[in-house]
């Protein structure tokens, strides 16, 4: 794999860990297997967006990748920054006697650390200290996997359970009350498996919260416009109204205004946070259909001096 991994990623040189973590993000979701099912490439463009990210998202990595200590599939290239060496072209070595992979090699005096050209690799097939013997690969963590659910109004509000398939297995998913719209879990340990050892990866599931046709909410409150018609606002008047947890009644109080709230207690959301309200917005709305007896009362009527402007 000879490819820029900057470039892999959509991004520059230049572009900061949280750029880096955000590109990925976003190519993840776009060429996960899952999601491509028909795409032959999906599964090698993850896998290639995937092994950038390993490399530009490790500091330690990214740093050796920008100085050409180790190549896009990150294996160990032999060279530096400026090549084998530095600027200015070989620097020479002599052989101090002894263990020629044990600090043999030194210039000027200093030793010189074969691992930090040919990595931990060259010593896998000696015995002896300083790790010889032991597998040159350390375990990682699996990929994680990036999910998009979306949520009736009412299920976030309430908490429910949804079963779904990701990377082939059978997920039930509990949304806890009061999710929001955006809003990501994280499934530990449900992700890729780990390599060498390592620990899997999680599942990241966001969740777009469907609209719904008369609720909203603000925070732990849900909100509902009630329209009312001109003789229930003057008169009063008894009315059911649909609450996320079953339809209450509601008295209209005489001589009611539009725009008039009304606060039923703990009728909004209840979660780990606490306990929200239902909060009633009253809108009175005219009739549609001419009525002259109606026009003919009204009239009748005092002018009151409701404005101050």
Do not use: C, W
């Not at 999906?42 to 950038?52: L, T």
């Not at 359970?161 to 990701?166: D, Q, R």
């Not at 725009?259 to 207690?265: A, D, P």
């Amino acid at each position: 794999m000879n490819a820029n991994l900057y470039h892999v990623l959509g991004v520059t040189k230049e572009a900061t860990e949280a750029e880096i973590k955000s590109a990925y993000r976003k190519l993840a979701r776009k060429y996960h297997p899952d999601l491509n099912k028909d795409d032959k490439n999906a599964a090698e463009k993850f896998k290639e967006v995937s092994n950038a990210y390993d490399i530009l998202g490790n500091k330690e990595k990214r740093q050796k990748y920008d100085n050409n200590e180790i190549d896009a599939e990150g294996k160990p290239t032999g060279f530096g920054a400026s090549g084998f060496g530095g600027a200015g072209g070989y620097r020479s070595y002599t052989y101090n006697g002894g263990n020629p992979f044990d600090g043999g090699f030194s210039q000027g005096g200093g030793n010189f650390d074969f691992s930090s050209i040919f990595g931990d690799d060259i010593f896998s097939q000696f015995g002896g200290e300083r790790g010889f013997g032991q597998s040159a690969r350390r375990a990682r963590k699996g990929e994680d996997i990036a999910y998009t659910m979306r949520v009736d109004f009412l299920d976030a509000a309430r908490g429910a359970e949804k079963g779904v398939i990701i990377n082939g297995k059978n997920i039930n998913v509990k949304i806890p009350a009061g999710t929001m719209d955006g809003q990501t879990l994280r499934l530990r340990g449900l992700g890729y498996p780990g390599v060498n050892g390592g620990s899997s990866g999680d599942v990241l599931i966001t969740l777009n919260v469907d609209k719904h046709p008369y609720f909203s909410n603000d925070d732990l409150n849900i909100l509902l416009d009630l329209p009312i018609t001109v003789k229930e606002a003057i008169l009063g008047a008894k009315i059911t109204v649909p609450t996320i947890s079953g339809k209450v009644a509601v008295n209209i109080p005489p001589y009611a205004s539009s725009g008039e709230k009304l606060r039923l207690k703990g009728k909004g959301i209840k979660s780990k946070s606490g306990q929200g309200d239902q909060i009633i917005t009253l809108k009175i709305i005219a009739p549609k259909v001419k009525n002259p007896d109606l026009e003919k009362a009204l009239a009748a009527l005092p002018d009151d001096n409701i404005r101050t402007f």
